[in-house]
């Protein structure tokens, strides 16, 4: 009598690593899809804040949506899916991949809500401008997106930590960027502090793309700090994940 051999995690030789990345990456898209509304209420608050704080917010959304993501991944940790998917033929490197590469669509969808409010409040939109920010929001958001993910892993024992790194982290981001306030008239370590943010590069190249200007070489330094971000993040990201299957 033959038998039926399963396929496991180990049988990965002859996969596609882009084939693998897109079925993890549909599958994660699936429940943004069938329930739309979760992104038009995440787009609340960002709203408030564009009167504020105008383009910026846009680094904002990315910061707060992709940095939070891994907690969807802990959800899986206690409902026994990530366990399921470990056992599937899919590369593990995809498994990570394609989860970082989702948040682009949910990124983007927001974006593109936030642009559309602004132009009738006298916005000027530069479309080559807005693209090219878009696209370093993309790749920005592929690596935060990905160290979230390595977090989960991380503390998937103990996943109230998720939430102590998580906020820890964000808001000194958030506040060393120049954002919300200029850092120009803060104290000098601030300043300081700032240069070591890649954050702050990129909150600088989107207000120079978004006021037209995509020559100039502050869109080459958030350029840099978005391409820095989405490699360390996948690398950490892509190790958790082969760590955690071992």
């Keep these: 009598m033959s038998t039926l051999t399963l396929p496991t995690g180990t049988d990965t030789g002859n996969r596609s690593l882009f084939r693998d990345t897109g079925i993890v ?16 209420f995440g787009m609340i608050q960002p ?8 383009p910026a917010i846009l680094v904002m959304t990315t910061l707060f949506g992709t940095s939070a993501t891994g907690a969807n991944l802990l959800f899986e940790f206690q409902t026994g899916a990530h366990e399921r998917m470990m056992v599937t033929p899919l590369s593990r490197s995809s498994l990570l991949i394609g989860r970082a590469l989702k948040e682009m669509v949910p990124l983007f969808g927001q974006a593109v809500i936030v642009i559309a ?10 479309l080559d401008g807005a693209i090219i920010g878009l696209a370093l929001l993309a790749v920005f958001g592929v690596g935060l997106g990905a160290f979230s993910y ?6 998937r024992k103990q996943d109230w930590m998720f939430w ?6 964000l808001f000194p981001l958030m506040i060393l960027s120049g954002m919300l306030l200029p850092l120009e008239t803060g104290p000098e370590w601030m300043r300081v502090a700032s240069k070591f943010n890649p954050l702050s590069y990129l909150v600088d190249a989107e207000r120079t793309l978004f006021a037209g200007d995509v020559t100039s070489t502050t869109v080459l330094w958030g350029l ?12 950490v990201g892509i190790r958790m994940m082969l760590r955690s299957a071992a």
């Excluded at 409010?117 to 530069?126: E, I, W, Y």
């Excluded at 390595?150 to 503390?155: C, D, F």
Aim: avoid cysteine.
């Design 224 to 235: 840099l700090a978005a391409i820095v971000t989405a490699a360390l993040g996948l690398f």
């Design 117 to 126: 409010v602004m132009v009738p409040f006298g916005f000027d939109l530069h």
């Design 47 to 54: 709203l408030i804040f564009l009167g504020l704080f105008g």
């Design 150 to 155: 390595a977090l989960a892993l991380a503390v």
């Design 25 to 40: 990456m549909t599958r994660e898209l699936k429940p943004v899809l069938r329930d739309p509304f979760s992104l038009l």
């Design 164 to 169: 102590v790194v998580q906020q820890t982290f």
